[in-house]
């Protein structure tokens, strides 16, 4: 088995198609399985560095005719990929934590929201379990937040009781879906609960390309209902 920064099938298979990095393929089996990204959609890509999602969400939306549009936000400063992307692409430099909604909203088509939001943020980790899924689901929450508030989210309380993201506008249209990256632990399990009355659909997966040792799996929202 491939460990960390080992190059295996995926790495190699990222430099031959001209992806940025191996986590596109991520994504393009949550693609294929869950057909997330339709035609000329609008994707939200929180965490986009450093742009395999962007190359894939520009993918899905089809020739550049059926219009669509991905906005990437990272709190570093991320370079639209030359392969794989075009004029649909754009990114934004922002802290996804304290980023202001109306921010986001605006570069959305015609200001009216993304159809899809997609989470591959992950914290930084400090090798204690309990804490690092904690920081997964402060991460989570706020992309939840951001889709179904005009504000964004708060950090979970000590407590441990995640708050519940009203159900405003925000920034996921009805109907929208969402992908968002979490490391596996109680907190993370509460937050699928969380989803199970917003969509019609809620799944983990767990793609291939998730390295042996990684604790990740991701959340899959399909079919915003409130």
Request: hydrophobic residues 40%; aromatic residues 6%; proline residues 7%.
């Amino acid at each position: 088995m491939s460990g960390a920064g080992v190059p295996d099938f995926f790495f190699r298979e990222a430099k031959r198609l001209n992806f940025v990095a191996r986590s596109a393929f991520k994504l393009l089996e949550i693609q294929k399985k869950y057909g997330i990204i339709t035609r000329g959609a609008a994707v939200l890509d929180l965490g986009c560095a450093p742009g395999a999602w962007l190359q894939v969400a520009c993918q899905s939306l089809g020739p550049l005719a059926k219009g669509g549009a991905v906005v990437g936000v990272d709190i570093k400063k991320v370079k639209v990929p030359s392969h794989h992307c075009d004029e649909r692409v754009q990114t934004l430099s922002a802290d996804v934590l304290k980023v202001d909604p109306r921010d986001l909203a605006k570069r959305s088509p015609g200001g009216l929201g993304f159809s899809v939001i997609l989470s591959d943020m992950c914290p930084s980790v400090s090798g204690i379990s309990s804490r690092d899924a904690a920081l997964s689901v402060e991460l989570g929450m706020c992309t939840l937040n951001l889709a179904f508030s005009d504000n964004p989210g708060e950090p979970p309380p000590e407590n441990n009781i995640l708050p519940v993201p009203t159900s405003k506008e925000g920034l996921l249209i009805p109907g929208g879906s969402v992908v968002i990256k979490l490391l596996e632990g109680e907190d993370s399990r509460e937050l699928l609960q969380l989803c199970k009355s917003r969509f019609k659909t809620t799944t983990w997966f767990r793609p291939k390309a998730t390295r042996p040792t990684s604790r990740e799996i991701y959340l899959i929202g399909k079919g915003r209902t409130l």
